[in-house]
C-alpha cells in the first residue's frame, strides 16, 4: 500500500507562472489536507478537502490560491501568478476519516520562485 | 490566536543520552500529536495523545499530556543517531475542522561534534 504521493518533489518556477501540485492520498482516504511550511517553520494548515468538496479553506490566502480534490485523480492545490513568498515546502496529508490524527503525510513538493 | 511554544528550539544529543522537549500554549487543547521530520521528507506521526494527565510510550519514546490541557512532554530515552531530526508538537486548531491543526515551530535535533 502505497503512501500519501505527491509531485512534483521539487518545482521551480518564474514570477508570475502557475505553479500546480499534486498529492494522490493512500488507497482508501478520502479526506486531504494540505499544509505549506517555510524553513525554520512549523506547518500551517492551508485547507481540508473531501472528494469534490472543500471542508475548510480557513489557512487558505484569498487571491490566487485554490485546492480542489475531484471524484477522480489526484488533489491538486494551483497556485496561480506565483510570487517570491510562495516559495516554501507544500505537505498533503490524508486520512479514512475526518480526523487528523490518523492522517499521513507526503514528501511535499517543495517550490522555489525565481 | 491559538500558539504552541517548544522548547528548546534546538539540542545536541550524544548517542545514549536522554531527551526531553516540551510544548506549552495559552490555550486548552483535547489532543496533543508529536511529529518528527527527517530533512526533505514529511512530517511522520509518533506519538497521539487524548486526555489529560495520559502517558504513552512507541519504543523509546515516551509523551505525556498535561494535566492543565495546556501542555505536552516529550522524552526520548537512549536516544541514538537516527533521532536526529525536527520534532514538532501539533493539535486540532480551537473551534476548526479536525483537519485544521496547529504546529509549534520544532525543536531540533542534532548530533553533539
Known amino acids: 500500500n502505497a503512501g500519501v504521493m505527491q509531485n512534483p518533489r521539487h518545482l521551480v518556477r518564474r514570477r508570475g507562472q502557475e505553479a500546480r501540485l499534486r498529492c494522490s492520498p493512500m488507497?482508501?482516504?478520502?479526506?486531504v489536507y494540505w499544509y505549506r511550511q517555510l524553513p525554520e517553520e512549523g506547518l500551517k494548515f492551508m485547507v481540508y478537502l473531501q472528494k469534490e468538496n472543500i471542508i475548510d479553506e480557513s489557512g487558505m490566502p484569498k487571491e490566487r490560491f485554490s485546492a480542489e480534490f475531484p471524484k477522480e485523480g489526484p488533489s491538486i492545490l494551483r497556485i496561480q501568478q506565483v510570487v517570491r513568498g510562495d516559495s516554501a515546502a507544500y505537505f498533503c496529508a490524508s486520512s479514512p476519516s475526518g480526523g487528523s490524527t490518523e492522517a499521513f503525510f507526503g514528501q511535499g513538493t517543495r517550490l522555489t520562485v525565481v | 490566536g491559538q500558539q504552541l511554544n517548544q522548547s528548546p528550539q534546538s539540542m545536541f544529543i550524544q548517542e545514549g543520552e536522554d531527551v526531553s522537549m516540551n510544548c506549552t500554549s495559552s490555550?486548552?487543547?483535547?489532543?496533543w500529536l508529536w511529529y518528527k521530520q527527517d530533512p526533505g521528507e514529511g512530517p511522520v506521526l509518533l506519538i497521539a495523545l487524548y486526555k489529560a494527565g495520559e502517558l504513552t510510550s512507541n519504543g523509546r519514546l515516551t509523551a505525556q499530556f498535561g494535566t492543565t490541557r495546556k501542555d505536552s512532554f516529550l522524552n526520548i530515552s537512549a536516544s541514538i543517531p537516527s533521532d536526529v531530526g525536527i520534532y514538532f508538537c501539533a493539535g486540532p486548531i480551537y473551534g476548526g475542522s479536525q483537519g485544521n491543526l496547529i504546529f509549534g515551530k520544532g525543536t531540533k535535533l542534532s548530533v553533539k561534534p
Open positions: 490555550s486548552i487543547f483535547n489532543t
Open positions: 488507497k482508501g482516504h478520502s479526506h
